[in-house]
């Protein structure tokens, strides 16, 4: 299994990159952060400065959308910074929530999303797309690498994902709810005449590493709640649209009924104060808590789906331990063990 961290570019950006250099050293493989203009800084600026400064991770955003930027300029970016940096990046793409919301528009179609997906791709793979009636490519751009992976909840995203992508970004990891996406996302990629196990996996909830007692453990939740609100919103617009008569798991739609609204000025923020009406048994189903001992019990499970990365949000207060236990403990109890000599 490999890990990513989920960042968050909030000032000062040499922050971000001393995080991002962090989890490097304690071999995570992948850093991704956040992509909503007005509520943090410029991601793709940032990934630059991380990408001088790392040897080996992969950046992206998690998760970016066809609405907030041209395609063109989207793909530009990924080849460039391909060039620059050797191929260490990657694109999460969604059909848009905060950075679109903040602005108030609204997320773009599942049309628009797949057409936007094979642009991008194509751009990015230094290959010639159609686009807007032209035939386009970069003259510049040579032996690029770009995989897209889309994050999806609802039945329509899901079955696109399947068709379409690289990857499946999953934010939540709840057991349960983890095997019906992913297989899900199987079937639809199978139904496209696809390799289902073609399409990588990856699930990403906040993880937060505690000495195992009590007190420690509910400290943890209320740092993690606000995960829970940021998932019933996408969960909201799926009630919206197709009810909650049993097209997505009850399990996923049940607790969002206390649900009264949704300030994106608190989004993904520990001290988010609207999310009240999310349980401890959410938080806890939701994300990754407790002792190292748990953690392995709960990604080992995972990875028995078929989960091939698991990325953590850091948007707590215990970022620097977290990473270190991963790195000394977690990690290495998820990696095949190797012997010197046998």
Request: contains cysteine; hydrophobic residues 40%; negative net charge.
């Amino acid at each position: 299994m490999d890990f990513g961290a989920v960042l968050q570019t909030n000032p000062p950006a040499s922050r971000t990159v001393h995080l991002a250099k962090l989890a490097e050293q304690y071999g995570f493989s992948h850093v991704w952060t956040f992509d909503s203009h007005l509520l943090w800084q410029e991601p793709y600026v940032i990934y630059s400065a991380i990408l001088a400064e790392t040897r080996k991770v992969k950046v992206g955003p998690f998760v970016t959308n066809p609405a907030t930027r041209d395609w063109t300029v989207t793909a530009s970016v990924f080849a460039t910074l391909n060039e620059m940096y050797g191929n260490r990046t990657v694109c999460g793409i969604g059909r848009g929530d905060s950075a679109v919301r903040v602005t108030n528009g609204k997320p773009v179609t599942m049309s628009e999303l797949r057409e936007s997906i094979h642009v991008i791709r194509e751009l990015a793979n230094s290959r010639s797309v159609e686009y807007k009636g032209s035939q386009l490519r970069f003259p510049w751009s040579e032996g690029s690498e770009l995989e897209v992976w889309v994050a999806a909840y609802g039945p329509m995203a899901l079955k696109l994902t399947g068709e379409v992508g690289d990857g499946f970004i999953l934010q939540l990891a709840d057991l349960d709810i983890a095997a019906w996406m992913i297989q899900t996302v199987r079937d639809a990629a199978e139904n496209a005449g696809r390799d289902p196990m073609s399409v990588k996996f990856c699930v990403a909830a906040p993880f937060y590493i505690t000495d195992g007692t009590p007190h420690a453990l509910e400290h943890a939740r209320e740092q993690s709640r606000w995960f829970g609100g940021m998932v019933g919103n996408h969960v909201a617009d799926i009630v919206a649209k197709y009810g909650a008569d049993g097209t997505v798991p009850q399990a996923l739609t049940d607790y969002i009924a206390g649900r009264t609204g949704y300030d994106y000025n608190s989004h993904g923020k520990a001290h988010n104060d609207h999310v009240d009406f999310v349980p401890d048994e959410i938080v806890d189903r939701f994300c990754v808590l407790g002792s190292a001992e748990e953690h392995i019990e709960k990604l080992k499970a995972l990875e028995a789906l078929g989960v091939d990365q698991f990325a953590g949000y850091l948007q707590h207060d215990n970022k620097e331990e977290t990473l270190r236990v991963y790195g000394e403990t977690v990690i290495p109890a998820l990696h095949d063990h190797v012997t010197a000599k046998s």
